[in-house]
């Protein structure tokens, strides 16, 4: 298990993403009263893994979904910032 982690690790990314909501979505409860809502920064904080050698990283879609800000940080701690490139639409199982 250890020769498998020591492997794969280097390959393990953070994530981090900034993206807009408004104040209905993060707190529902509220409600919008038929009024606009300001935009709120939202936070959030996902990982992933290098996909190939061209450096494209594979997440999940609601790490970024929505996302207006996204940088990735590298097991050696380097941060780079990246762009979405896709989403991939995540099957409905019935």
């Not at 250890?2 to 900034?18: E, F, G, H, K, L």
């Not at 919008?32 to 996909?51: E, K, M, R």
């Not at 996302?67 to 099957?91: N, Q, R």
């Amino acid at each position: 298990m250890q020769q498998i982690y020591q492997q794969v690790n280097p390959s393990v990314v953070a994530i981090d993403v900034v993206g807009r909501g408004s104040a209905t979505s993060v707190m529902p409860f509220f409600g919008d009263n038929g009024q606009a809502q300001p935009a709120i920064p939202q936070q959030a904080l996902g990982s992933g893994f290098v996909w190939d050698k061209d450096g494209h990283i594979v997440t999940n879609n609601h790490v970024v979904d929505g996302a207006d800000k996204i940088s990735v940080t590298f097991s050696d701690g380097t941060i780079v910032p990246a762009t979405l490139v896709a989403l991939i639409p995540t099957p409905i199982w019935l």
